[in-house]
Nanobody
Framework: QVQLVESGGGLVQAGDSLRLSCAVS????????MGWFRQAPGKEREFVAA????????AYPDSVKGRFTISRDNAKNTMYLQMNSLKPEDTAAYYC??????????????????WGQGTQVSVSS
């Protein structure tokens, strides 16, 4: 059974940085495409970043481009999201996800097979 566990969320001030981690167990991490999504109360789940099994980066949405960086360490079965220059509008629950397929898009929630429980990021102004 594949399990994803996010960590690293918290309450920070605008302009601060956080690094989220997503630890994966029970599967073949180095063959999964991985992604980060976020969801604020009352809003749909939003794509944040994605990375292919080989480390290729999928384009970031404009809302986080230049501030967020996705990476992975296949030796540690872990994916990361470095978030800099945080803004109050970044406040949301952040979810990591894994997909078995190596083709097709990686920017939609239904592209993914496995999900973590989420970690809360709150940014005060």
């Amino acid at each position: 059974q594949v399990q994803l566990v996010e960590s690293g969320g918290g309450l920070v001030q605008a302009g601060d940085s956080l690094r989220l981690s997503c630890a994966v167990s029970g599967g073949t991490f180095n063959r999964y495409g991985m992604g980060w999504f976020r969801q604020a109360p009352g809003k749909e789940r939003e794509f944040v970043a994605a990375i292919t099994w080989s480390g290729g980066i999928i384009a970031y949405p404009d809302s986080v481009k230049g501030r967020f960086t996705i990476s992975r360490d296949n030796a540690k079965n872990t994916m990361y999201l470095q978030m800099n220059s945080l803004k109050p509008e970044d406040t949301a629950a952040y979810y990591c996800a894994a997909r078995r397929s190596t083709v097709g898009r990686q920017t939609r929630p239904f592209d993914y097979d496995y999900w973590g429980q989420g970690t809360q990021v709150s940014v005060s102004s």
